[in-house]
């Protein structure tokens, strides 16, 4: 089966396109669609990791710090409390166990505070 497309050409008389037959082509086997989906592949790869090497440059600084956090430094999280009489490291941790459920901060407590669950009043209790 040969096909045959029209392609303009000028003639003198009219100066119009008259069509005229194109040389059949070679026909696409299998192994041509093969490389061509290769090649599109190897391209889509590079491009999305030039993408990526270029997010990365714009995101980080020169120390591969994310932009967002440059000079905001170390943030200090050690609080403490000073006990008062009468205080245990359980009713300190009534107090201060926000949404962590109430034994595992105590267990938190004992470990930050020396590893006993003895306080004396005035000391300073390391919150974690």
Do not use: C, K
Request: proline fraction near 7%; avoid cysteine.
């Amino acid at each position: 089966m040969t096909a045959t497309v029209a392609v303009p050409q000028r003639t003198a008389a009219h100066g119009r396109a008259a069509p005229r037959p194109l040389r059949p082509s070679t026909p696409v086997t299998g192994a041509t669609f093969r490389r061509r989906r290769r090649a599109a592949s190897v391209a889509l790869v590079a491009a999305l990791s030039a993408l990526g090497l270029g997010a990365q440059a714009v995101l980080t600084d020169s120390d591969s710090v994310p932009a967002s956090a440059v000079g905001v430094g170390t943030a200090t999280t050690s609080r403490s409390v000073t006990a008062q009489p009468g205080d245990s490291l359980w009713s300190i941790a009534e107090v201060h166990h926000g949404a962590v459920p109430l034994r595992q901060y105590v267990a938190a407590l004992v470990e930050l505070n020396g590893g006993g669950s003895a306080i004396d009043a005035g000391q300073a209790v390391a919150l974690p």
